[in-house]
């Protein structure tokens, strides 16, 4: 069965420092999303990407981040200067067409801890 | 109001009972709707999509009533490998795919 994968699964970086999160989105799928997850709390909507470009963000998807599909196959999530406040788990989407209808399935994860 | 408001739990059900969850949205304009479940420390999982005229997936049930905008999520016969969060999952007419999460109903199912 298809699935989104993403790396690193773990990845510990210090504050100021940018990191990058890769996703593999399934493979006939055109629609891309980012979410993320702070421990105990709900998940929460970042973005979505289609055509090369954003569809939709959400008031957290500052100009600290930034999306990218660098080639065929890979969909990534910069945070150019973190912070404590972005140590989350952030999670991968993907839909096969129509944001609308079709429905998101996620990859495993990135638990991103900032120190 | 909360966007999307589910009881939080935790239930705590032994193998084989029916479980019911319920779930209300804020915004008339909800056009998708979905019960996700998550592990923990894992991502969600779709489980199903909620149609008006109600669906079911083996044990599992889900309802829409759109004028009260409530969703429930029911659960028979459950087994061991059902305990998890379940999250109520809803997207706004118009959007772009955001997918807006209720806070999750967490389900232990104990022998």
């Known amino acids: 069965e298809p699935e989104v994968t993403q790396t690193p699964s773990h990845q510990v970086t210090q504050m100021g420092q940018e990191v990058i999160l890769r996703c593999v989105p399934i493979s006939n799928h055109l629609y891309f999303y980012w979410y993320r997850q702070i421990l105990g709390q709900k998940v929460e909507f970042l973005v979505s990407?289609?055509?090369?470009?954003?569809?939709?963000k959400s008031e957290i998807f500052d100009d600290q981040f930034s999306v990218e599909r660098p080639d065929g196959s890979n969909f990534t999530l910069k945070i150019r200067s973190t912070k404590l406040e972005d140590s989350a788990m952030y999670f991968c989407?993907?839909?096969?067409?129509?944001?609308?209808?079709?429905?998101?399935?996620f990859g495993p994860g990135t638990r991103l801890t900032v120190t | 109001r909360k966007e999307v408001e589910q009881d939080p739990g935790p239930f705590n059900v032994p193998e084989g009972a029916t479980v019911a969850f319920n779930c209300t949205y804020s915004?008339?304009?909800?056009?998708?709707f979905f019960w996700y479940r998550q592990d923990c420390r894992k991502e969600p999982k779709l489980l199903m999509s909620?149609?008006?005229s109600g669906n079911e997936d083996g044990r599992f049930t889900a309802q829409l009533n759109r004028a009260s905008q409530y969703i429930s999520l029911l659960i028979r016969d459950s087994k061991l490998s059902d305990s998890a969060t379940y999250l109520c999952v809803v997207l706004l007419g118009g959007s772009y795919g955001k997918l807006t999460f209720g806070q999750g109903t967490i389900l232990t199912v104990h022998p």
């Open positions: 909620v149609y008006s």
């Open positions: 990407f289609y055509n090369n470009e954003i569809s939709e």
């Open positions: 915004n008339s304009a909800s056009q998708s």
């Open positions: 989407a993907s839909s096969e067409s129509g944001p609308v209808t079709y429905e998101q399935y």
